[in-house]
């Protein structure tokens, strides 16, 4: 009998669309630079639309070519909508330092994000749909 020693892993993924905001290189004391952005994800009726916000590290290659041009469009005030795919979903709790909630707890939804399906730019299409692989 031949055992299979790799690991194998569960995915929780999260597909979605949103407006990427916060776009931002990285540099940690330690370890290597990478790109974070907040996406905010659009979800509930289209006439009461609600926002649920995730910062995201940046793990996909072809995300990681596209951000800093996402970066330049973002900070020049531009709307960035697109279509994605996260993984590895955690909270991450918090307390309000200052504003009408300071002291009060809130969580942080922290994820990766894997790629773009698609990117919209001021309602132009900036990236062509993903296809799935089946």
Same mark, same amino acid.
């Given at each position: 009998? =031949?055992?299979?020693?790799?690991?194998?892993?569960?995915?929780?993924?999260?597909?979605?669309?949103?407006?990427?905001?916060?776009? +931002? &290189?990285?540099? @940690? &004391?330690?370890?290597?630079?990478?790109? =974070?952005? &907040?996406?905010?994800?659009?979800?509930?009726?289209?006439?009461?639309v609600r926002h649920t916000y995730f910062d995201c590290i940046v793990a996909g290659e072809e995300a990681k070519?596209?951000? @800093?041009?996402?970066?330049?469009?973002?900070?020049?005030?531009? +709307?960035?909508?697109?279509g994605f795919l996260l993984s590895d979903l955690k909270p991450a709790p918090f307390l309000?330092?200052?504003?009408?909630?300071?002291? &009060?707890?809130?969580?942080?939804?922290?994820? +990766?994000?894997?790629?773009?399906?698609?990117?919209?730019?001021?309602?132009?299409?900036?990236?062509? @749909?993903?296809?799935?692989?089946?």
């Amino acid at each position: 009998m =031949s055992y299979d020693n790799k690991t194998k892993y569960f995915d929780l993924h999260l597909n979605g669309i949103g407006y990427v905001n916060k776009v +931002r &290189e990285v540099t @940690p &004391e330690q370890g290597s630079p990478f790109w =974070s952005v &907040e996406l905010a994800a659009l979800h509930g009726p289209a006439d009461k639309v609600r926002h649920t916000y995730f910062d995201c590290i940046v793990a996909g290659e072809e995300a990681k070519d596209l951000v @800093p041009q996402l970066q330049f469009l973002v900070e020049a005030g531009a +709307r960035v909508l697109a279509g994605f795919l996260l993984s590895d979903l955690k909270p991450a709790p918090f307390l309000y330092n200052q504003g009408q909630h300071a002291g &009060e707890p809130g969580v942080r939804l922290k994820t +990766r994000l894997l790629r773009f399906d698609w990117i919209k730019v001021d309602g132009q299409p900036f990236l062509k @749909p993903h296809k799935a692989a089946s």
